[in-house]
């Protein structure tokens, strides 16, 4: 009777084993795929973040490079309001000056051409300028959160304040967050 009763209760522990076993193994394969998916989620939710950071740099070191023209073409030509216009029109027609000057400073910084091609293509080029056009003081971007002035009286330059743009700053202006920490659900 008791070799009966062990075989029963072996048996009954090998399919209790087999059971838990192949249990086992369903539940890793759906924890492996929830993983794969949390994981997927969380990383393609960085990589949006940091492709967008990315596109509003591109913007923002196009409209710092079209104000240090401006600036620069302001101070050594004929100091007028209406001189002061036509260079405003023409460096922001000049779309390929403007796409070269990003693209030397991008090279510059190890980015390959490809990679540039790709921002260009999803971000442009800056479109806002000039900013603020009223009373003879003119307002022009110079990046994110970064405003010079121009002030014009009787059609003659006046006074240019363009400090904001000395002391522009990329690196404090554009920081990317560091991914959250890994979580699984």
Same mark, same amino acid.
């Given at each position: 009777?008791?070799?009966?009763?062990?075989?029963?209760?072996?048996?009954?522990?090998?399919?209790?084993?087999?059971?838990?076993?192949?249990?086992?193994?369903?539940?890793?394969?759906q924890?492996?795929?929830?993983?794969?998916?949390?994981?997927?989620?969380?990383? /393609?939710? =960085?990589?949006?973040?940091?492709?967008?950071?990315?596109?509003?740099? !591109?913007?923002?070191?196009?409209?710092?490079?079209?104000? !240090?023209?401006?600036? =620069?073409?302001?101070?050594?030509?004929?100091?007028?309001?209406?001189?002061?216009?036509?260079?405003?029109?023409?460096?922001?027609?000049? @779309?390929?000056a403007?796409? @070269?000057?990003?693209?030397?400073?991008? $090279?510059?910084?190890?980015i390959?051409?490809?990679?540039?091609?790709?921002?260009?293509?999803?971000?442009?080029?800056?479109?806002?300028?000039?900013?603020?056009?009223?009373? /003879?003081?003119?307002?022009?971007?110079? /990046?994110?959160?970064?405003?010079?002035?121009?002030?014009?009286?009787? /059609?003659?330059?006046?006074?240019a304040?363009?400090?904001?743009?000395?002391? =522009?700053?990329? $690196?404090?202006?554009?920081?990317?967050?560091?991914?959250?920490?890994?979580?699984?659900?």
């Amino acid at each position: 009777m008791d070799k009966k009763k062990f075989k029963i209760l072996a048996i009954v522990d090998v399919v209790l084993v087999i059971g838990l076993f192949v249990l086992m193994m369903v539940l890793k394969g759906q924890y492996n795929d929830q993983a794969q998916k949390s994981v997927n989620e969380q990383v /393609g939710a =960085y990589l949006e973040q940091s492709n967008g950071a990315v596109q509003e740099q !591109w913007k923002s070191v196009d409209q710092y490079g079209m104000a !240090w023209r401006l600036v =620069y073409a302001t101070l050594t030509t004929a100091k007028t309001e209406a001189a002061f216009n036509a260079t405003v029109k023409a460096i922001e027609a000049d @779309k390929d000056a403007r796409f @070269k000057q990003l693209s030397y400073m991008y $090279t510059a910084a190890g980015i390959p051409p490809k990679a540039q091609n790709s921002i260009y293509e999803k971000a442009g080029l800056a479109d806002k300028f000039l900013l603020k056009d009223e009373k /003879g003081v003119k307002e022009v971007a110079c /990046g994110k959160n970064c405003v010079i002035s121009f002030t014009f009286a009787k /059609g003659k330059l006046k006074k240019a304040d363009y400090k904001a743009l000395v002391d =522009y700053n990329m $690196t404090e202006n554009f920081k990317l967050e560091a991914p959250a920490a890994f979580h699984f659900e």
